[in-house]
């Protein structure tokens, strides 16, 4: 019983989502197809009983006006999904969400697309269920009031029974969900680390993990379809039952003459129409349950990132310049790790410092950069930009106020221009070449086939390592931010390349705050402090020269 309520609730959370106008035009659709049952069953009766052909054309101006009718009620249920999707879409994206990368790529896609059978199907037809059938039981009542009785008695045993075995199916249904996103998660970690794997040697293990997962996977699913055909059977047992016996005493009361042809014929017809917006509800809402279960998931990450806010509206404060950034006390953990990534770090940034985050691979280095970009939300502690909580700020905003240099930056299969001008859309020709001349990338770009209209290969194929991270530089500068987050950007250059990325990073900090994973010495000059990390503990807070010769202590052990 606690799982039916729960599954209400998410539904009435969900069509809270749709414009307003989308119910009224359902209902509107709903007693206009009503309606139209009713003067198609009536025209049909009259038609047969005093064989009169000319009524037959109002049961096919009836039967057309029911297609188009359907026709606009899916057209307009059809948008509503689509906007509510990509409203639910936007709202998951602005929350930021710890670990779990895979299953959250799981639920943007092919979770949200399962609410299209909720908005289109389900939500239509129990409009149709809650309108039609009193509009035609009191067309049946007008005719027979006997046969009107009996259809009034038994109708309520269809929901009564759905509902019991609907139970049944949301719970088979939400564990098909839950392990729908576990394989689709694990999927997309695997094909991430796939090389890391197969250097490892462990590309066979994961495999078979797969291949589990994807069993599991099928026998809920089956379990599912299983509920699924049992709840149709009893409702259509139901309701062929309940149609029976309103048949089976007109038949006898018009043999006998005690009921004229025309009016038994009617509620022969009319009979069916009372039950069948309820059995097609019952397919419907089998159709909908996984979409249901998605939404319960998607309100939960909706509603933990609210409580994390204390449940007030996040106000949108812009911030300007280089700015001072402080952690106090900051915890990340993982899904199912055993320690936290980050534990109790605590670290001042002053506004146009710079300062590199040097530490053994593990340590939490590129958690920290992610929690500055607002990508990771802190267990405990929190981060001021300013004096203002980061939680406080506009995510979006503030992501416009930084620049991101990664250790693998990703070119996307486009110009060189348009590669650079990435994070600024509209930056004109002159501000691209000032950001690839900034970088040092402007001697390589020109010597390219056509410049910088020259396309590149997705991830940059047929540019060096040190070529691609000089565009990533362009990048950031064509930005303008105040804010530099780099990470490990000279990793895997020969000596000539790290020297013209160093001078280009160089240029690129130049008053403006900074936070720069770095591990090799020409990039450590650069910083003005450096600290370690380890364990995802903050151990040292040093001046370059100190901060270099650990790393190379490290390096050397």
């Not at 370690?532 to 001046?543: C, E, M, P, T, W």
Request: aromatic content about 4%.
């Amino acid at each position: 019983m606690t799982g039916v309520v729960a599954v209400k609730a998410v539904e009435r959370r969900l069509v809270g989502w749709l414009p307003r106008r989308v119910p009224v035009v359902l209902v509107a659709v709903a007693v206009a197809q009503a309606v139209l049952v009713v003067v198609q069953a009536d025209a049909l009766a009259r038609a047969v009983a005093g064989l009169d052909a000319r009524l037959l054309i109002v049961v096919g101006a009836a039967v057309a006006g029911r297609a188009v009718l359907a026709w606009v009620g899916s057209d307009v249920a059809g948008r509503a999904a689509a906007q509510v999707k990509a409203r639910l879409r936007t709202a998951l994206l602005a929350r930021p969400s710890a670990g779990a990368g895979g299953a959250r790529v799981t639920l943007l896609t092919r979770g949200l697309d399962a609410v299209d059978p909720f908005f289109a199907g389900y939500v239509p037809q129990l409009v149709a269920a809650c309108v039609v059938p009193p509009v035609v039981l009191a067309r049946l009542g007008a005719a027979d009031w006997v046969s009107a009785v009996v259809v009034a008695v038994t109708v309520p045993l269809v929901p009564v029974f759905g509902a019991l075995v609907g139970a049944r199916t949301a719970q088979w249904t939400g564990r098909q969900w839950g392990l729908l996103r576990r394989l689709g998660g694990h999927f997309r970690d695997v094909v991430a680390g796939l090389s890391t794997l197969r250097a490892f040697g462990r590309a066979g293990h994961q495999s078979v993990v797969v291949r589990r997962l994807a069993e599991e996977h099928r026998r809920a699913t089956m379990g599912a379809l299983r509920v699924a055909f049992l709840s149709s059977l009893v409702v259509e047992l139901v309701c062929s039952l309940s149609v029976a016996l309103v048949a089976v005493p007109v038949g006898l009361r018009l043999m006998e003459g005690r009921l004229e042809l025309a009016k038994g014929l009617l509620v022969l017809l009319l009979a069916p129409e009372v039950y069948a917006p309820l059995r097609a509800l019952g397919s419907r809402f089998h159709a909908s349950a996984e979409g249901v279960a998605v939404a319960g998931e998607v309100f939960g990450v909706l509603d933990a990132s609210a409580a994390a806010q204390g449940g007030r509206p996040v106000p949108r404060r812009e911030v300007g310049g280089a700015p001072e950034i402080v952690l106090e006390e900051v915890t990340v953990r993982y899904p199912g790790a055993d320690r936290p990534a980050l534990a109790g770090v605590s670290l001042r940034v002053a506004p146009g410092e710079r300062v590199a985050v040097t530490g053994p691979s593990g340590a939490g280095k590129s958690t920290l950069l992610a929690v500055l970009a607002g990508l990771v939300v802190p267990e405990s502690g929190r981060v001021l930009v300013d004096g203002v909580p980061l939680e406080e700020m506009d995510v979006a905003q503030w992501r416009s106020r930084l620049g991101w240099v990664p250790q693998r930056p990703h070119l996307f299969a486009a110009s060189v221009a348009d590669n650079i001008r990435l994070g600024v859309p509209d930056a004109d020709a002159g501000q691209v070449r000032a950001a690839a001349c900034a970088a040092g990338a402007e001697e390589f770009i020109e010597a390219l086939p056509e410049g910088y209209a020259t396309v590149l290969g997705e991830g940059g194929a047929g540019l060096s390592a040190g070529q691609r991270q000089r565009l990533a530089i362009a990048r950031a500068f064509v930005t303008r931010a105040p804010v530099m987050l780099l990470d490990e950007p000279t990793a895997r250059l020969d000596v000539r390349s790290e020297g013209l990325l160093v001078q280009a990073v160089r240029r690129l900090l130049e008053g403006r705050s900074a936070v720069m994973v770095a591990h090799r010495p020409a990039l450590l000059g650069a910083a003005d402090r450096v600290v370690r990390l380890v364990d995802g503990r903050l151990v040292s807070d040093a001046s370059p020269a100190a901060g270099t010769g650990a790393s190379e202590g490290t390096a050397a052990a």
